[in-house]
């Protein structure tokens, strides 16, 4: 509009440099709202840009309304109340949403949305308590927009949305090296009372979301994710995660199913929508019944779990030892023919040597529960609540499904189909190198932006401490080897754990198969379709896994050849030795 008699005009040009932010606020005499136009000019960012603005008051480090550590934290003589995460500080005040203005670019592309949107602080310990904090963004019309509407993730087919997540990573990040530890962790400096159990994580950004790629082909629900370079009110804040938000509407946009017609449960049978009553009765059918029962567990497969898919979240969990088995999100359409519960895969933080393991596998021991064999760890009957880490409430439902024959054994051929395919070492190792790749680049500015020197000179010390190590790029690089390592010996070692943890006597096989002409047919193992011949994984001896023949059309399939002279296009393999191989005959 025309300036009046209190505004400034300048006809001075304007230095630009690498971003430059030009923020106006207009107030009323009820409100405020804030308008931004970023220009970016020559920029060299290969990661979206997100720029958000809001009244700088409501971050501020000490007294920020959102982010604020707060006075009320402090004794009269200068002692921090509490202890890490500070649950009473600004931060935790769950309610609290500002509006905020929101934009985003796109690498080469330029602008391609800006909206308004109402801001909160989001998540938990992994980002509530931490200088760099996770942040959830929500279309509301009172703001102008009901939806956030941009392809945020290429690979998916949504790209509307109620609200999105801004996510540091949750305990992936680098805030770990600036917490003090606490009793009886002393390995990381000298304790404090208001200090953390867990410090000094091996971060890498990604973890979380490298995880849940790499189960995405099961069909588990996961969350998408793209990296972007976040500033705000023009300040450089430096990478953060792009996540869908797991909620109602997240399902309905997903799967085709109303909003109003889903049970969405967190934890052990909160309702974050719909009802928990379902829920409730499933948890309490499996206590109080024996599923080796073929009639009951019948029941729980055709009314209250998806088997398959309850599977396939558990052993994801256990390959990746996370330990931290509480974080459970479940979902089930009320009305239809298909009413079970289906699981979501999130906030996997803790998977792949986050916590150093020469430290925390004892410590754990030594303090709570032992999981350095997670098949242990995830099958603990000691406890009837849900106390952290595996008490007995926690492990319930997988404990007592194990009680079943059928179960067991499709635990034990999926866990195994899983090894020789998605959690086959090259094929993750690949994986962590590209997600590793895409912020490879920006790693370093992020770094020096959340160091204790960049963080101190925005004015926020205490409780953050400095680091015990320098955070530089090779420090990160260091911490995604040791992702490296964890995915080169983890399907040895977990084969080992299961054969322990399920006192398999007979140990592994070594099964090769392979079809006489593949463009005659192919075959199908356990769970898995073979598109290469001959092909080879490891099975445990004490469960023979299932061979199918499948001719394609024209062709017929005659017999097996090798370890097995079977005619019947479906036989449960003999593994009568260390290695086996057989060959579908087809013409």
């Not at 970023?38 to 990661?47: I, M, P, Q, W």
Request: proline share 5%; glycine share 8%.
């Amino acid at each position: 509009s025309e300036p009046d008699s209190s505004s400034t005009v300048s006809s001075d040009p304007i230095e630009i440099s690498e971003t430059t932010v030009i923020r106006a606020m207009v107030v009323g005499s009820h409100s405020s709202r804030v308008v931004t136009h970023t220009y970016f000019v020559g920029t060299d960012h290969e990661l979206p840009v997100i720029s958000m603005a809001a009244d700088p008051d409501h971050f501020d480090f000490a007294e920020g309304y959102l982010y604020g550590f707060g006075d009320h934290m402090f004794t009269a003589g200068g002692n921090i109340i509490g202890n890490f995460p500070y649950s009473a500080s600004n931060a935790w005040k769950r309610n609290r949403e500002v509006e905020a203005s929101f934009e985003v670019y796109e690498p080469g592309d330029g602008e391609k949305l800006r909206i308004n949107v109402g801001l909160k602080i989001f998540g938990g310990w992994g980002s509530r308590g931490y200088a760099q904090k996770s942040m959830a963004l929500f279309a509301r019309s009172e703001y102008g927009y009901g939806k956030i509407r941009h392809p945020f993730f290429p690979n998916k087919a949504v790209d509307s949305f109620e609200s999105i997540v801004l996510r540091n990573s949750g305990n992936d990040n680098q805030s770990t090296w600036l917490t003090y530890p606490r009793p009886p962790i002393r390995e990381f400096g000298t304790p404090v009372s208001h200090g953390s159990y867990f410090v000094n994580g091996n971060f890498t950004m990604f973890r979380d979301a490298m995880m849940q790629s790499l189960v995405e082909e099961t069909g588990l629900d996961t969350q998408g994710y793209r990296p972007a370079v976040l500033y705000l009110n023009g300040d450089y804040w430096g990478i953060y995660n792009i996540r869908e938000k797991f909620s109602e509407h997240y399902v309905e946009s997903t799967h085709d199913v109303p909003a109003d017609d889903i049970d969405l449960i967190e934890g052990y049978g909160s309702a974050n929508s719909g009802s928990s009553s379902a829920y409730n009765l499933m948890r309490n059918f499996i206590q109080s019944r024996p599923m080796n029962n073929s009639v009951y567990y019948q029941t729980v497969q055709d009314f209250y779990l998806d088997i398959d898919n309850f599977i396939d979240y558990h052993l994801a969990v256990i390959y990746g030892q996370n330990f931290d088995i509480g974080n459970i999100k479940c979902w089930r359409q009320r009305s239809g023919v298909d009413r079970q519960f289906h699981w979501m895969l999130y906030d996997q933080d803790y998977s792949f040597n986050l916590w150093k393991p020469d430290v925390y596998i004892p410590a754990m021991r030594r303090d709570y529960s032992d999981y350095e064999n997670m098949f242990a760890f995830y099958t603990n009957p000691v406890g009837s609540g849900t106390g952290w880490p595996n008490s007995g409430g926690r492990t319930l439902l997988l404990r007592e499904m194990l009680e079943s024959d059928e179960f067991e054994n499709s635990f034990v051929q999926r866990c195994a189909d899983l090894l020789n395919t998605l959690f086959e070492s090259e094929r993750v190792l690949a994986r962590i190198d590209t997600m590793a790749g895409v912020i490879r680049p920006e790693m370093g500015r992020h770094l020096s932006r959340w160091s204790w020197e960049g963080i101190q000179s925005r004015g926020f010390g205490i409780p953050h401490k400095e680091e015990d190590e320098p955070l530089t790029v090779a420090h990160w690089e260091s911490n995604v080897e040791s992702m490296r390592e964890f995915a080169r010996a983890r399907p040895d070692k977990l084969r080992q754990d299961l054969i322990d943890h399920f006192n398999l006597s007979k140990g592994l096989a070594a099964v090769t198969v392979a079809s006489s002409d593949p463009s005659k047919g192919t075959v199908h193992i356990n769970t898995i379709d073979l598109e290469a011949s001959p092909w080879t994984g490891q099975y445990f001896r004490d469960f023979p896994p299932t061979l199918t023949a499948k001719p394609k059309e024209g062709a017929s399939f005659v017999r097996w050849s090798g370890d097995s002279t079977s005619s019947s296009p479906t036989i449960e393999l003999p593994l009568n030795g260390a290695s086996v191989s057989v060959i579908a005959i087809f013409e």
